[in-house]
Nanobody
Framework: QVHLVESGGRLVQAGDSLRLSCAAS????????MGWFRQAPGKEREFVGA????????YSIDSVKGRFTISRDNAKNTVSLQMSSVKPEDTGVYYC?????????????????WGQGTQVTVSS
């Protein structure tokens, strides 16, 4: 069992930066590739990006590429999503998730554990 807790979500203005964190506890954190997802109001949850078990590989969707950066610190059991130049369309609940099936999975079914989410609201 892996317990994930996201934090850092808040109300920001377009163009601002913020950093989301996800703290993990339970099983060995480095055994899991990690992903970030988000769910905008009235929309389905979508994949945002992923990071490999030891952080050497990252991937993000085109709409956030160059603005969002995913990193992890296995010594601290945390994964982060650094968001810059945010846009109103980045508004949503952001979730981190852990996958034992390997890096880069975009489908939610590949993730074994999920956090409860943190709300990000970007005003124009």
């Amino acid at each position: 069992q892996v317990h994930l807790v996201e934090s850092g979500g808040r109300l920001v203005q377009a163009g601002d930066s913020l950093r989301l964190s996800c703290a993990a506890s339970g099983r060995t954190f480095s055994n899991y590739a990690m992903g970030w997802f988000r769910q905008a109001p009235g929309k389905e949850r979508e994949f945002v990006g992923a990071i490999s078990r030891y952080g050497s590989l990252t991937y993000s969707i085109d709409s956030v590429k160059g603005r969002f950066t995913i990193s992890r610190d296995n010594a601290k059991n945390t994964v982060s999503l650094q968001m810059s130049s945010v846009k109103p369309e980045d508004t949503g609940v952001y979730y981190c998730a852990a996958s034992s099936r390997g890096y880069g999975r975009k489908d939610q079914a590949s993730y074994d554990y999920w956090g409860q989410g943190t709300q990000v609201t970007v005003s124009s």
